[in-house]
């Protein structure tokens, strides 16, 4: 069995009093699909954001790809992450947000070619040619030259991802990717990530609303309440027999508001 | 017999009064250049000053935040003609002489250049959180997301208030006529002096200052227009 590539050990957060996160740990084994559910304030963006070092932890130890995320090993000692340790880390880690947050000063073109270019040092030739074969994956070749103003949601949320692909991470964190779209947007989105979980490898974690894509697209669901994994398994396992009383009712309000499970 | 027009004794006398006249207001305009010059050199300093307390300002660093505070707190709150003097007359004796030009400039472009330090701070701090987490997650490094990410957008922020800053030093030059620099407000004064009328070189040099500060406002309002092109979703 081949050793998981993110470990996350016994994380505690808090946002002032709040505690987020409670002594958080899972594993996640390389190319897994793993959705993150849950009611709001339950911690599952928290930890995205946390693995995308967005965040800073108050306890704990996460290991990505076999190195640790927020401490560094000198002469057996484990000492806090410097900010060379954390940029050499994040090249293993891309992100998708809710709101896109593409640069809009910045044409679809250069919002995909900017980070390669920077922080890898690519040729600007060789980093088109690569944005190019990306945006066409996503079904935007021909909004290259376009401001990101003049795209709608579900294209915008499209460019983000070919943007976060730009830096071939190992790791894609999306967090909430569809909750920001109009209802008629949605499915160009999701159409994007099944088409990327079917061609690659890629490790994808996932929080979001959309059981039903949940159901389809994961390996294993997490269900995430107060801080804590309440319950985890197989897709079937937690929307058809969740044993967990938290997880029933939860499904059972998301089914009430209109959800496809 | 003649019947072209003599000229008479009268118009003899205004056609001197007119060359003297257009010799006054050729100082005006010597004024003008030095007003303009003055603007620009200062306008260039200031911007520089701005940008590195500005961003000083929001720095990680301590010592570089204490630096830059106490340079705004210090320009913004002493008076611009206590700094033109010491800048003149002072700093000589500390060994170092400026021509007067030289130290309007200086004392110009420290002043409103500390104002100008709270716009760039101000701007930078607006570009919303989520951009700075884009740059975090693309890897982008502090001054990289700052350079290509951050200041890009700000920088439209900035523009409108720099137009006004601009303004504000336009008028302020006229505080180096006290260290006898030949500028526009020196040379009315000049002119009012030698010809006892208040009217016209007080009139020709606020219809000039008046003109001037119109320049700097379309100026600012085309650059703002180009930078903003494409942020609305309208390609021009």
């Known amino acids: 069995m081949p050793a998981p590539i993110i470990k996350v050990d016994a994380i505690s957060k808090s946002f002032g009093t ?3 996160l409670d002594g958080l ?13 849950g009611p709001s304030g339950s911690g599952k963006t928290t930890i995205l954001r946390i693995l995308m070092t967005l965040e800073k932890i108050d306890g704990g130890h996460i290991q990505v790809d076999g190195e640790q995320l927020y401490h560094m090993e000198r002469n057996g000692q484990l000492l806090p992450a410097d900010e060379r340790h954390l940029a050499r880390m994040r090249q ?4 998708v947000f809710q709101l896109f947050n593409l640069f809009p000063h910045k044409c679809v073109m250069d919002n995909v070619t900017l980070a390669p270019m920077l922080t890898k040092g690519v040729a600007r030739a060789a980093a088109e040619k690569r944005a190019m074969e990306l945006l066409d994956m996503v079904g935007l070749a021909d909004k290259a030259k376009a401001m990101p103003a003049q795209l709608s949601g579900g294209q915008k949320q499209r460019v983000a991802i070919a943007r976060a692909l730009a830096l071939s991470p190992k790791i894609m964190l999306f967090d909430e990717v569809t909750s920001a779209l109009d209802p008629e947007l949605v499915e160009e989105v999701l159409n994007v990530m099944r088409k990327l979980a079917a061609e690659t490898d890629m490790t994808m974690l996932l929080v979001t609303h959309e059981m039903g894509f949940a159901h389809d697209f994961a390996d294993r669901v997490l269900f995430f309440d107060r801080g804590r994994i309440v319950e985890e398994g197989k897709p079937d396992e937690i929307f058809r027999h969740p044993k967990q009383e938290r997880t029933q ?8 508001a209109g959800h496809r499970v | 017999m003649s019947r072209l027009p003599r000229t008479t ?8 009064q007119m060359t003297q006249w257009s010799g006054y207001l050729g100082l005006i305009l010597q004024g003008a250049l030095v007003t303009i010059e003055l603007t620009l050199m200062g306008s260039v300093l200031a911007l520089i000053m701005a940008f590195l307390a500005g961003m000083g300002r929001v720095s990680r660093f301590f010592v570089v935040r204490a630096i830059a505070t106490a340079y705004i707190e210090f320009f913004r709150g002493t008076s611009i003609f206590v700094q033109l003097f010491w800048a003149y007359f002072v700093l000589p004796f500390a060994g170092l002489s400026l021509t007067p030009l030289q130290a309007g400039v200086l004392a110009l472009g420290l002043n409103v250049g500390a104002y100008a330090a709270e716009v760039v701070r101000g701007a930078i701090l607006s570009v919303g959180r989520e951009q700075y987490e884009a740059c975090t997650a693309l890897n982008l490094g502090r001054w990289q997301g700052m350079r290509h990410v951050i200041l890009p957008q700000a920088l439209l922020v900035m ?9 504000e030093l336009l008028k302020a030059t006229s505080v180096v006529s006290l ?20 009217l016209m070189p007080f009139l020709s040099v606020l219809i000039i200052y008046f003109a001037l500060a ?5 100026g600012v309002r085309t650059l703002e227009r180009r930078m903003a092109r494409g942020l609305d979703g309208v390609r021009i």
């Open chain 2, 159 to 167: 523009l409108p208030t720099f137009g006004n800053n601009a303004i």
């Open chain 1, 92 to 95: 293993k880690i891309g992100m």
């Open chain 1, 18 to 20: 709040f505690k987020v």
């Open chain 1, 249 to 256: 009712s939860f499904l059972k309000k998301i089914i009430a």
């Open chain 2, 214 to 218: 119109l320049i700097i406002s379309w």
């Open chain 2, 9 to 16: 004794a009268n118009d003899r006398k205004s056609y001197t």
């Open chain 1, 25 to 37: 740990s899972m594993q996640v084994m390389p190319g897994e699909k793993l959705a993150l559910i």
């Open chain 2, 179 to 198: 260290i006898s620099l030949a500028d526009l407000t020196f040379q009315a004064q000049v002119v009012r002096s030698q010809t006892g009328s208040t």
